[in-house]
């Protein structure tokens, strides 16, 4: 007598491919870009590792590297997706809708806008991972040492804005426009500034986290 396989959950990141790929009317070709441009940019993430920082104490191992620095990433998108429908809300309003989050949600229509998630199905990234992927880009495409300016020209010259939170982007402006420097923007700018959008500089000076704190804290001047 055969016996019934138990089912099981699928994981988050095949949760999260299946509501990229979807093809529902509101779910269109730019979900999957969307995807694409998030799993593009990780696996470009991967080789900054190869050779470079150890993990506690150990020698350089470039496969585990690779691995650590892809899983980081993509458990960052993963956060993103799986925290984006219940952001800033309290613990107890959490517990009262939702119970416990054990996966995807889907977005209600007060978080379907561009700074939020672009669309409301289960498993969309939000502004946060579409702000993470242009600063990887950044680290991608600029050599050391990174400076607050540098970082404002280029992604005013080359960010995706399409989905950036608005706050943020205005930081950016009052800088082009001379109103502040990027060294002190901060200091006059609402708060504002993700602390999830960091994930490539703990990824680049893995194994340091002394130097990744105080490369994030400079980099992030412009906005708090």
Not at 79 to 95: C, L, Q, S, Y
Not at 139 to 167: G, H
Request: contains cysteine.
């Amino acid at each position: 007598m055969k016996t019934a396989t138990p089912k099981t959950e699928p994981s988050p990141l095949t949760q999260l491919r299946k509501a990229a790929f979807a093809n529902s009317p509101n779910s269109p070709a730019v979900c999957r870009r969307e995807f694409l441009k998030t799993i593009g940019v990780a696996l470009g993430t991967t080789g900054w590792l190869w050779g470079s920082a150890s993990f506690g104490g150990e020698p350089p191992a470039p496969k585990r590297n690779q691995d650590r620095a892809l899983g980081a990433f993509l458990g960052a998108a993963i956060g993103d997706a799986m925290g984006g429908p219940v952001e800033i809300w309290t613990a107890e309003r959490i517990k009262k809708e939702h119970g416990e989050i054990k996966g995807f949600l889907p977005y209600p229509k007060a978080k379907v806008h561009p700074g939020a998630a672009m669309h409301p199905e289960a498993g969309s990234i939000t502004d946060d991972t579409y702000i993470r992927v242009d600063l990887t880009r950044f680290y991608l495409s600029m050599e050391p040492p990174r400076t607050p300016r540098m970082l404002v020209d280029w992604l005013l010259a080359n960010a995706d804005f399409s989905n950036w939170w608005e706050p943020a982007m205005n930081a950016l402006k009052r800088i082009r426009d001379g109103k502040a420097t990027a060294e002190e923007g901060g200091l006059t700018h609402p708060p504002g500034g993700g602390g999830a959008w960091w994930t490539p500089v703990g990824i680049i000076h893995a194994g340091n986290p002394a130097l990744a704190a105080a490369e994030a804290r400079s980099l992030c001047r412009p906005w708090k």
